[in-house]
């Protein structure tokens, strides 16, 4: 959520770092409602007080014994009974329609984002590990899969419909020891405090990470009103709505492992094959509330903590900064992780970390108080994949296979795999 006496001080910078995102300008129509609403709301306030005031007069006109002026009076008030309501209401629907039209406006991005208006100007920042060369053509995880007999498309499709699938056996198994071994070097070495959140949240949860109202048909919805959450960003964020957090207590770090659901509903006919993109994953997710200060310093500090599970799991990948064109709604700045996929032969998304400065705290009303002072201002807030945990499954499978169709299992996650160094194959 913007604040618009920041766009009522510099209309301009408002409208150029819209352009850079690909929008129109939008500072006038906004001002306008905003001109509207504040006169509605001095009028509003100059009726009360003149109410207030012509009551206390009533009362000195029929101490002086002066019917004539107590009864003008009481006539006044009488039509400031009826007019003020239509008064408060004018207010309320002007404050309604500029908050409205501020919740669809995404975050401004930072001067130093790259410009562009799709993945195509992103810009590589560092590149991790080597690629792995292999004395046979690398299969796609979904065949490695459905050949161990671990990996069940069909009876996923049976049950639920296209984009889900089933897990068995040591792949099942691999999927939880890697969030496991995630949640385990979240906590214990970088300080994160683990949370297990509820996966059903209400419409104000999704409206303070700005999912709603502009992205509604992404995103699963029960029956009774709840709905499903698209990411563990959600609730952990939401942790800090509504609250005045004292300045030492911040950063606020948390790591959950949560169920995903979205419906996918822009992504039609991409990655219709394989895990790559469905409709139910898993995912180790990083929140960090923030001071305003240093909201850029633990940007990176926590895209540094989301590579680290790639570099102990050997994975090559590469950092990109998202484009003005390619980052999320919420978001100011973006990195983006992109794991190594030997069978796609190219680097996919497995992480996304955004620091949102206060664009989510302005509209879940998250704010902290400084030491010795009065006043609150917002904190920022920042989240990050830490990692896919399906995308980490398939990375392994794809970069781990060997000639005889076996995955070896990373030294990193052996522990928890009791063990076990190979899936499929004679050992």
């Excluded at 609403?37 to 206390?56: D, F, G, M, P, V």
């Excluded at 930072?110 to 690398?138: C, I, K, S």
């Excluded at 050949?147 to 639920?160: I, P």
């Excluded at 990470?209 to 699963?220: H, I």
Aim: charged share 25%.
């Amino acid at each position: 959520m913007h604040d618009i006496k920041t766009i009522r001080d510099n209309p301009q910078a408002f409208d150029a770092a819209l352009a850079r995102r690909g929008l129109k300008p939008l500072s006038a129509s906004l001002l306008a409602i905003d001109e509207r609403r504040r006169a509605a709301i001095l009028a509003s306030e100059r009726a009360q007080a003149r109410r207030n005031a012509a009551s206390k007069e009533i009362g000195d006109a029929k101490k002086a014994k002066d019917e004539a002026r107590a009864a003008r009076l009481m006539a006044e008030v009488a039509e400031l009974k009826t007019t003020m309501p239509e008064l408060e209401a004018a207010a309320k629907a002007a404050d309604e329609e500029l908050t409205k039209e501020l919740s669809a406006i995404p975050n401004l991005p930072l001067a130093e984002v790259p410009d562009g208006v799709d993945e195509h100007g992103n810009v590589q920042r560092h590149v991790f590990g080597n690629r792995r060369n292999y004395a046979f053509t690398p299969k796609l995880h979904d065949d490695l899969g459905n050949a161990l007999g671990y990996m069940d498309f069909e009876a996923a499709a049976k049950l639920s419909g296209a984009r889900f699938v089933v897990l068995k056996g040591a792949l099942a198994r691999l999927e939880r020891a890697l969030a496991q071994f995630m949640l385990d070097l979240h906590t214990g070495e970088f300080g994160y405090t683990e949370v297990s959140p509820p996966m059903l949240v209400r419409d104000a949860a999704l409206y303070g990470t700005g999912q709603l109202p502009k992205f509604a048909s992404d995103q699963f919805r029960t029956t009774d009103g709840f709905w499903l959450i698209p990411t563990a960003e959600v609730p952990l964020t939401n942790l800090a709505a509504d609250t005045i957090l004292d300045e030492a207590r911040l950063p606020l770090r948390f790591t959950a492992w949560t169920g995903c659901f979205r419906s996918e509903a822009g992504a039609a006919g991409k990655d219709t094959r394989g895990m790559l993109r469905q409709h139910q994953f898993y995912k180790v997710e990083l929140v960090s509330i923030a001071h305003p200060e240093r909201s850029e310093e633990e940007h990176e500090r926590m895209t540094a903590c989301a590579e680290e599970v790639l570099k102990r799991l050997d994975l090559p990948y590469r950092v990109v900064v998202l484009s003005t064109g390619d980052m999320g709604f919420a978001s100011r700045k973006t990195y983006d992780i992109e794991v190594w996929l030997a069978g796609q032969g190219r680097y996919r998304e497995i992480s996304s970390c955004s620091n949102c400065g206060d664009f989510q705290a302005r509209r879940m009303k998250a704010r902290f108080r400084r030491a010795g002072e009065k006043g609150t201002q917002f904190v920022h807030t920042l989240n990050g994949s830490g990692i896919a945990v399906g995308r980490a499954l398939i990375a392994i499978m794809e970069n781990y296979q060997q000639a005889d169709g076996s995955i070896l299992v990373p030294e990193a996650v052996r522990p928890y795999m009791g063990g076990l160094a190979r899936i499929g194959g004679d050992v």
